[in-house]
């Protein structure tokens, strides 16, 4: 891949419980706790860099310990954290999750005013850099006002041409809508998109319409694809993923029963892999392979990020763990 890609949205400092049993509410449960760098669009740069792209970071910290780490482990993955801004008076984001025995999500809470708090001023001022990516990736913790900013500076970028996704002079953007209560700021926003990567809940939070079979499913992601997104990729768990896209949908799991250690950073470490793939030129069928390892690995560490993740090792595993 030629170029850099510029990430912008939430980084924060994440706390992660597992309990050793199945939790119980309005008790004490016994478990294990775990710290790390954390917050959707970092994550998913994070993922990014260790894979070998150049990646550059648009959010912000606080000035305290926590901010300190997050970008001490943005820095040893290799991300451009130059343009980050550091407040004195919002502390560092954070999220913590409570794991159940199986390694699955049982509940999770953030604390994301640090991210409201940035101005659109800063992705104008961030304008050029923008415009010159090969790619941007965006989350919906931003603002409707920061997500303005960041679409006029894609937008009409000098010497772009018409690319795979159809766009002409505009820089491919891809959007993780983060949660259900959060997606719908992308929805003023979805004919810009290149990639939209919803769970069931966010594609109904998005579309309106009800996803509790298949074929609504179907229905609600091609409503997406009338608004104007080119392509859909729906996150169905762990029977995989299903993708649309200019009439053609492709829906996909990967042979893997290796145990699932923390599922939290699947999410994350998917939608790198497509990003990645996407940007590589790869064909829809080799991109959701791709994209699947990549969140097949990110389950086998105990951490949000598998520090192990390579693009070699990605191929590794689509070797020995194909598509179903």
Same mark, same amino acid.
């Given at each position: 891949?030629?170029?850099?890609i510029?990430?912008?949205?939430?980084a924060?400092?994440?706390?992660?419980?597992?309990?050793?049993?199945?939790?119980?509410?309005? &008790?004490?449960?016994?478990?294990?706790?775990?710290?790390?760098?954390?917050?959707?669009?970092?994550?998913?740069?994070?993922?990014?860099?260790?894979?070998?792209?150049?990646?550059?970071l648009?959010?912000?910290? /606080?000035?305290?310990?926590?901010?300190?780490?997050?970008?001490?482990?943005? #820095?040893? %993955?290799? *991300? &451009?954290?130059?343009? @980050?801004?550091?407040?004195?008076?919002?502390?560092?984001?954070?999220?913590?999750?409570?794991? &159940?025995?199986?390694?699955?999500?049982?509940?999770? %809470?953030?604390?994301?005013?640090?991210?409201?708090?940035?101005?659109?001023?800063?992705? $104008?001022?961030?304008?050029?850099?923008?415009?010159?990516?090969?790619?941007?990736?965006?989350?919906?913790?931003?603002?409707?006002?920061?997500?303005? %900013?960041?679409?006029?500076?894609?937008?009409?970028?000098?010497?772009?041409?018409?690319?795979t996704?159809?766009?002409?002079?505009?820089?491919?953007?891809?959007?993780?809508?983060?949660?259900?209560?959060?997606?719908?700021? !992308? $929805?003023?926003?979805?004919? #810009?998109?290149?990639l939209?990567?919803?769970?069931?809940m966010?594609?109904?939070?998005?579309?309106?319409?009800?996803? /509790?079979?298949?074929?609504?499913?179907? &229905?609600?992601?091609?409503?997406? !694809?009338?608004? /104007?997104? #080119?392509? @859909?990729?729906?996150?169905?768990?762990?029977?995989?993923?299903?993708?649309?896209?200019?009439?053609?949908?492709?829906?996909? /799991?990967?042979?893997?029963?290796?145990?699932?250690?923390?599922?939290?950073?699947a999410?994350?470490?998917?939608?790198?892999?497509?990003?990645?793939?996407?940007?590589?030129?790869?064909? $829809?069928?080799? *991109? !959701?392979?791709?994209?699947?390892?990549?969140?097949?690995?990110?389950?086998?560490?105990?951490?949000?990020?598998?520090?192990?993740?390579?693009?070699?090792?990605?191929?590794?595993?689509?070797? #020995?763990?194909?598509?179903?």
């Amino acid at each position: 891949m030629d170029g850099y890609i510029v990430g912008a949205g939430g980084a924060n400092f994440d706390i992660h419980i597992r309990t050793d049993k199945a939790p119980v509410l309005r &008790d004490s449960n016994p478990g294990h706790l775990r710290t790390s760098a954390g917050g959707v669009c970092r994550n998913i740069m994070e993922n990014l860099a260790r894979q070998g792209d150049e990646c550059v970071l648009l959010s912000a910290v /606080g000035s305290d310990h926590f901010g300190d780490a997050v970008l001490a482990a943005c #820095k040893e %993955a290799g *991300m &451009d954290v130059s343009r @980050v801004l550091r407040s004195d008076k919002t502390p560092t984001s954070a999220y913590i999750d409570i794991l &159940d025995d199986d390694g699955d999500m049982y509940l999770a %809470a953030n604390d994301m005013r640090l991210v409201a708090e940035i101005p659109a001023e800063y992705f $104008k001022n961030n304008a050029e850099l923008i415009g010159g990516a090969a790619a941007v990736v965006i989350d919906a913790n931003l603002s409707e006002a920061q997500l303005s %900013a960041i679409f006029q500076a894609t937008e009409g970028c000098p010497g772009s041409e018409a690319g795979t996704d159809g766009s002409t002079g505009r820089v491919p953007v891809f959007a993780d809508p983060v949660s259900a209560a959060k997606c719908g700021v !992308l $929805k003023p926003f979805l004919s #810009k998109l290149t990639l939209i990567k919803p769970n069931r809940m966010e594609l109904e939070a998005l579309s309106g319409l009800s996803c /509790g079979t298949d074929e609504e499913i179907a &229905d609600a992601a091609e409503e997406l !694809l009338r608004w /104007g997104v #080119k392509q @859909v990729v729906v996150s169905l768990g762990e029977r995989g993923c299903w993708s649309f896209g200019r009439g053609a949908s492709l829906i996909r /799991g990967i042979d893997c029963s290796l145990p699932v250690v923390n599922a939290s950073g699947a999410g994350d470490a998917f939608m790198a892999g497509l990003v990645h793939s996407f940007l590589n030129g790869a064909d $829809k069928e080799t *991109m !959701l392979h791709y994209a699947l390892a990549c969140g097949r690995i990110a389950t086998l560490s105990e951490d949000t990020i598998n520090y192990c993740l390579t693009e070699e090792y990605v191929f590794r595993f689509m070797d #020995k763990y194909p598509v179903k």
